[in-house]
């Protein structure tokens, strides 16, 4: 049922059709006429009306009520099936990163040993070496959905078994909203246009895509940024530690794995500082 993006009332429907107001049907959208919420007096959904390009930008800018919008009224199959668009971005997505990851890796220092593995994919016919890393993002990529699918759609999740999480049994709604909050990395087609760092750009790229992915899980899932938080940092760690071990196996292990990397080791440090406060805090206990 699709629900009002300003309050998440659910609602009958969107919009009222009429058939002699604006010509053929669906011309234009002159002939529907938006429908008003009873709860809040707002129109139920002002992105009817809206084109891609305006909420490419709200995306941008991570207003709420674009993901509901997307997320619930528009994106949303029977028996949770992904939307034919939504399997065009994420191929689209793919081929960013491997681009990305490929142009980040040749731009960077490596240590000699990683230089050498990479001096030996370099020789390789181009064909090769993009399969490389294609399989090297097509797999961080995997792990990053699956990690945070199992945590949100599992009887066996730690966050349900727990209580701080409620079974969402849709993954693939999920793996939606993921793929969603992602469409910042189309950003690097500007480099057609502009030169500029691409390791400045992929760490920018990557907290960017991390604020829009905390964003949208809180709004898909109805959590708190707490959780939406943990469960996309599960994510950046489990993409890392993938891409991490495809480089190690192929003789690149100074490489760094993946554009999230600075999530994940921000994550892994504040860990590890609160790891330390801990211990000693329970030591100043005992001592005292």
Not at 17 to 36: D, F, P, Q, W
């Amino acid at each position: 049922m699709p629900i009002c993006i300003e309050c998440r009332h659910p609602v009958k429907t969107l919009w009222t059709e009429y058939s002699g107001a604006g010509g053929a049907k669906g011309g234009g959208g002159h002939n529907i006429r938006l429908t008003v919420c009873r709860n809040c007096g707002n129109f139920c959904d002002k992105y009817v009306e809206h084109d891609f390009v305006v909420m490419f930008i709200d995306l941008v800018l991570i207003k709420p009520q674009v993901y509901r919008h997307l997320l619930h009224n528009t994106l949303m199959r029977e028996n949770d099936q992904f939307d034919p668009s939504i399997v065009r971005l994420g191929v689209l997505l793919l081929l960013f990163d491997v681009y990305l990851t490929w142009a980040r890796i040749e731009k960077n220092a490596l240590p000699p040993s990683s230089s050498r593995a990479l001096g030996r994919l370099a020789e390789q016919p181009i064909i090769l070496q993009y399969m490389f890393f294609l399989i090297h993002c097509t797999l961080s990529t995997l792990a990053f959905h699956l990690s945070i699918r199992t945590l949100t759609s599992s009887r066996f999740s730690p966050l349900t078994l727990l209580g701080l999480l409620p079974r969402y049994p849709r993954p693939n709604s999920v793996s939606t909203a993921l793929l969603v909050s992602s469409s910042t990395k189309l950003f690097p087609i500007l480099m057609v246009i502009w030169e500029y760092d691409v390791p400045a750009a992929a760490r920018s790229l990557g907290w960017a895509v991390v604020a829009n992915n905390v964003e949208a899980l809180k709004i898909l899932l109805d959590c708190g940024y707490g959780v939406a938080g943990f469960l996309t940092l599960v994510g950046a760690l489990s993409r890392w530690a993938v891409g991490k071990g495809v480089f190690w196996l192929a003789g690149m292990e100074g490489v760094d794995a993946v554009g999230e990397l600075h999530f994940a080791s921000a994550g892994a440090k504040a860990a590890e500082v609160l790891g330390t406060f801990l211990r000693d805090w329970t030591g100043w206990l005992g001592a005292g």
